[in-house]
T-cell receptor, first 114, second 109 residues
Framework: AQSVTQLGSHVSVSEGALVLLRCNYS??????LFWYVQYPNQGLQLLLK??????LVKGINGFEAEFKKSETSFHLTKPSAHMSDAAEYFC????????????FGTGTRLLVSP | SQTIHQWPATLVQPVGSPLSLECTVE??????LYWYRQAAGRGLQLLFY??????ISSEVPQNLSASRPQDRQFILSSKKLLLSDSGFYLC????????FGSGTRLTVV
């Protein structure tokens, strides 16, 4: 069975600082990996996805993530945090065969201080 | 372009009352559809998914059921709500990375 682990339920950064949100996955087959963002009382919005092409994936709002098979990781980064980045972020994994059901992590809340 | 609609946005229901949440997708045919529930600190739990009309798969035994009466319509129901059914319910569609609706905040009192 697939799973993802997001390290840190809360991450705090200052505006302008580097954002690093950690995600490790477990999958018995080559995975597809995703990062979503959720603002309060809203649905989830896809930030970026890895589908076995380039290992460094660029997404919306200046975010990017790097797939590292040796570390089973897919950490999300942004060079400079904005106040508007404050939200909850979810990492998700699916198999690249069959039904491709998404399995989500428990989320990391990003807090950005001025 | 494809859009997904989910309603209502918020709902307060007494214990033991019925539930019906509706989700519709526009701009695509025969989409894979999903119902997720989000509880605080627990991420998103897949409840049901459907690959076609009348085809429903349940992930977790519970007090809820789902139906797909039309190609782009997905309904989440309960005959009698429990307090534990409270949460944020999200509908989604797609295959490789989902598109989510705006969610329904259900409070059972």
């Amino acid at each position: 069975a697939q799973s993802v682990t997001q390290l840190g339920s809360h991450v705090s950064v200052s505006e302008g600082a580097l954002v690093l949100l950690r995600c490790n996955y477990s999958s018995s087959v080559p995975p597809y990996l995703f990062w979503y963002v959720q603002y309060p009382n809203q649905g989830l919005q896809l930030l970026l996805k890895y589908t076995s092409a380039a290992t460094l994936v660029k997404g919306i709002n200046g975010f990017e993530a790097e797939f590292k098979k040796s570390e089973t990781s897919f950490h999300l980064t942004k060079p400079s945090a904005h106040m508007s980045d404050a939200a909850e972020y979810f990492c998700a994994v699916s198999e690249n065969t069959g039904f491709q059901k998404l399995v989500f992590g428990t989320g990391t809340r990003l807090l950005v201080s001025p | 372009s494809q859009t997904i609609h989910q309603w209502p946005a918020t709902l307060v229901q007494p214990v033991g009352s019925p539930l019906s949440l509706e989700c519709t997708v526009e701009g695509t045919s025969n989409p894979n559809l999903y119902w997720y529930r989000q509880a605080a600190g627990r991420g998103l739990q897949l409840l049901f998914y459907s690959v076609g009309i009348g085809q429903i798969s349940s992930e977790v035994p519970q007090n809820l059921s789902a139906s797909r009466p039309q190609d782009r319509q997905f309904i989440l129901s309960s005959k009698k709500l429990l307090l534990s059914d409270s949460g944020f319910y999200l509908c989604a569609w797609g295959v490789l990375g989902y598109t989510f609706g705006s969610g329904t905040r259900l409070t059972v009192v």
